[in-house]
């Protein structure tokens, strides 16, 4: 069981937007800043948003993070069939001491 | 180019302990906290402990408190992880991890070292 909340999967079409949610709570969420990350099969997590809604350097601005109380919210934008992947949120927790992973949600672009 | 290598994994029996490196270039890695992270076969991630750049701060998740000891070697741009009294569920793709910003983001990530705990 994750700390953070994540659905297990979500589906749109190509071109179409989709939003995958994350919550937590204040010892978490509530109170930091939240990192998604995107991972393909057999391969490493890639940052696509840091402290809530910034993203690196080569990340495409389809892709968008917001937060609100214990709860943030990737939206991905021009959905592309390239974009199927496992998404992940992370923050850190204050209350463990440590950094908490969402359980990660499919996404699949119908 | 910045990158990170993991090396170590095996197959170990329960019980067994295996010591695991990540080894760092193309940054200057003794100014970064660093975080070991793990996915076991069809999960999530996990984030199992952070080290900050001079080794001052530690900590643990708590599945892995009192049997993994995280480590680092500044001169050697090396990060390490001690894992004893393995368990089967610690069967996993090890990463190593690191943020830009010092925070407990993760910007660059290793493409992890396979730790299988079988007899």
């Known amino acids: 069981q994750s700390v953070l909340t994540q659905p297990p999967s979500v589906s749109a079409a190509p071109g179409q937007k989709v939003t995958i949610s994350c919550s937590g709570s204040s010892s978490n969420i509530g109170n930091n800043y939240v990192s998604w990350y995107q991972q393909f099969p057999g391969t490493a997590p890639k940052l696509l948003i840091y402290d809530n809604n910034k993203r690196p350097s080569g990340i495409p601005d389809r892709f968008s993070g917001s937060k609100s109380g214990t709860s943030a919210t990737l939206g991905i934008t021009g959905l592309q069939t390239g974009d199927e992947a496992d998404y992940y949120c992370g923050t850190w927790d204050g209350s463990l001491s440590g950094v908490v992973f969402g359980g990660g949600t499919e996404l699949t672009v119908l | 180019e910045v990158q990170l290598v993991e090396s170590g994994g095996s197959l170990v029996q329960p019980g067994g302990s295996l010591r695991l490196s990540c080894v760092a270039s193309?940054?200057?890695?003794?100014?970064?906290?660093m975080n070991w992270v793990r996915q076991a076969p069809g999960k999530g991630l996990e984030w199992l402990s952070y080290?900050?750049?001079?080794?001052?701060?530690?900590y643990y998740a708590g599945s892995v408190k009192g049997r993994f000891t995280i480590s680092r070697d500044n001169d050697e741009n090396s990060l390490y992880v001690q894992m004893n009294s393995l368990r089967d569920d610690d069967t996993a793709v090890y990463h190593c991890a690191f943020s830009w910003r010092n925070d407990y983001g993760m910007d660059v990530w290793g493409q992890g070292t396979t730790v299988t705990v079988s007899s």
């Open positions: 193309g940054f200057t890695f003794s100014t970064y906290s």
């Open positions: 080290i900050s750049s001079g080794s001052s701060t530690i």
